[in-house]
């Protein structure tokens, strides 16, 4: 969105990349967790354009801080920094409820898309593509369930390529491209939800 606002207000491209290493942060005795996090980047080019019917269409960003504690790591940011005599223990990622981030990271990519549809005026049917974040199957599963958008919409990629946080909607994005490239007209959703818990939505014409 902030690279949307700066390509409309100076009529120049905006380059938005995510990336992330997550193998170092990946706490081994969490089976649940550690098998699916992976690391990657990716990068997507926001150009400046004149259609209406191009670029993002709709938005929608949420925030819940009372789901702060549910996806943590204890050190190794400002609160905590890195230090010779830091535990390495500290520096991996905790999941302390994994029911509540499913139910929270559903309903929040849930609500935020459907806000997002609502502001470009779109409903669910009118939607080309559904990318997203590949947190975990069943959450974008359960995601695309309460939408009513079909399965051969959703872009899958976790199987192959696990969750690399931010870096998972750009990968996606990109593997969807190669596979059955983008054609002009097509509307895209674009959801995601992570800790914070935080999370948001797009509708992108493309």
Do not use: W
Not at 124 to 143: E, K
Not at 167 to 196: D, M
């Amino acid at each position: 969105m902030f690279a949307d606002g700066f390509t409309r207000l100076h009529g120049k491209a905006s380059l938005v990349i995510a990336a992330n290493i997550l193998s170092r942060r990946i706490n081994s005795a969490e089976r649940a967790s550690a098998v699916l996090f992976a690391d990657a980047a990716g990068a997507v080019v926001i150009g400046p354009c004149e259609d209406t019917d191009r670029g993002i269409l709709g938005a929608s960003v949420d925030s819940d801080g009372s789901g702060y504690g549910l996806i943590q790591i204890p050190a190794g940011g400002s609160n905590t920094p890195f230090h010779g005599d830091l535990d390495l223990a500290q520096t991996r990622m905790t999941i302390t409820d994994g029911r509540e981030v499913f139910s929270k990271a559903v309903e929040m990519m849930t609500a935020c898309s459907r806000d997002a549809l609502t502001a470009a005026r779109l409903r669910p049917q009118d939607l080309d593509r559904f990318v997203p974040h590949q947190a975990n199957a069943r959450i974008f599963d359960a995601v695309g369930r309460n939408l009513g958008i079909t399965d051969h919409s959703m872009v899958k990629t976790i199987a192959e390529y696990g969750n690399s946080s931010a870096a998972t909607i750009p990968l996606s994005l990109s593997l969807a491209h190669r596979a059955q490239p983008f054609r002009p007209g097509e509307k895209v959703l674009l959801a995601a939800a992570g800790a914070g818990l935080s999370g948001g939505a797009l509708v992108v014409g493309i």
